[in-house]
T-cell receptor
Framework: DTEVTQTPKHLVMGMTNKKSLKCEQH?????MYWYKQKAKKPPELMFV???????INESVPSRFSPECPNSSLLNLHLHALQPEDSALYLC???????????????FGPGTRLTVL | TQLLEQSPQFLSIQEGENLTVYCNSS?????LQWYRQEPGEGPVLLVT?????EVKKLKRLTFQFGDARKDSSLHITAAQPGDTGLYLC?????????????FGTGTLLAVQP
């Protein structure tokens, strides 16, 4: 089973709202990722968690706040977003980099976020 | 900055035609993944190649990793409308402290019935 699930599928929010995106995997992967993707462009890395600790923050604005409550769950808390933050938000998971690891990342279906 | 350039950027073909997508870099990668993505969905892994010169086949799709592990190609035989989507290559390098993939610029394929 190589399934990563994300909820909600679609989200519309105002610039003053607070919302959260959720990601879950049960493959025993210990690295989880958040990406932002604009239409017809490649995904852009936002955050990486390795063994439930934040290991990479790609200079993402503080209005995006990640959280990894346990090894299966990854959240992205949203607050005071701007219309230009509208995008497809993707979660992915993989085994962390150890000998013999091929960095293969498995992606969820994404959350389509619209900020009004 | 490590870049993975894909070509062509856009491709519109008729059902039954063959095509090749290229993924090129000046950097060496330890492994390379190919994904296909449909609109509004997440990328779906097609293959991972790890050995220079490696060739993998997935039904009508043939993937090759360059001998020097700097480039890769995806060849589709007898394309079908179901092959339509955004094709992304993504390379990984060992030795760093991070789990980062470098994504290619993407190839948008449309197969007309």
């Amino acid at each position: 089973d190589t399934e990563v699930t994300q909820t909600p599928k679609h989200l519309v929010m105002g610039m003053t709202n607070k919302k959260s995106l959720k990601c879950e995997q049960h493959m025993g992967h210990r690295a989880m990722y958040w990406y932002k993707q604009k239409a017809k462009k490649p995904p852009e890395l936002m955050f990486v968690y390795s063994y439930e600790k934040l290991s990479i923050n790609e200079s993402v604005p503080s209005r995006f706040s990640p959280e990894c409550p346990n090894s299966s769950l990854l959240n992205l808390h949203l607050h005071a977003l701007q219309p230009e933050d509208s995008a497809l938000y993707l979660c992915a998971s993989s085994q962390p980099r150890v000998a013999g690891s091929w960095y293969t990342q498995y992606f969820g279906p994404g959350t389509r976020l619209t900020v009004l | 900055t490590q870049l993975l350039e894909q070509s062509p950027q856009f491709l519109s073909i008729q059902e039954g035609e063959n095509l090749t997508v290229y993924c090129n870099s000046s950097s060496v990668f330890s492994s390379l993944q190919w994904y296909r993505q449909e609109p509004g969905e997440g990328p779906v892994l097609l293959v991972t190649v790890v050995t220079g010169g490696e060739v993998k086949k997935l039904k009508r799709l043939t993937f090759q990793f360059g001998d020097a592990r700097k480039d890769s190609s995806l060849h589709i035989t007898a394309a079908q409308p179901g092959d339509t989507g955004l094709y992304l290559c993504a390379g990984a390098r060992y030795g760093g402290a991070t789990n980062k993939l470098i994504f290619g610029t993407g190839t948008l394929l449309a197969v007309q019935p």
